[in-house]
């Protein structure tokens, strides 16, 4: 088996190098638009998605306490309305003074 030539040797290490600098260009092209699209975003005072779904957890966790309360406030003034009901004087039943029977 015949040696590769020095020159073939020199060419892989050339392309070799190239494709690593082109990963590295790369990735700081990404680096400068995301921080691009970032900095836009601050400006538009959008949000992300991850932040909406933060808030939008928190309401959902507020609005079924809120439900919750009013569902207790719901049974304790039954409750209350029962109680009072039940503590109402009641009218005599049968022969009571100046009845005719």
Known sequence: MADRPK?????????GGAFSALAGLREEAEALVRARVDETLRRLDLVRRE???????????????????EAKL?????????????AAPKPPVGGG?????
């Open 7 to 15: 020159v073939f040797d020199d060419l892989a290490g050339i392309a």
């Open 51 to 69: 932040e909406l779904d933060a808030v939008a957890e928190l309401a959902a966790n507020a609005r079924a306490g809120q439900e919750a309360a």
């Open 74 to 86: 719901a049974a304790l003034t039954a409750r209350i309305e029962a109680l009072e009901a039940a």
């Open 97 to 101: 003074p100046g009845m005719v029977t």
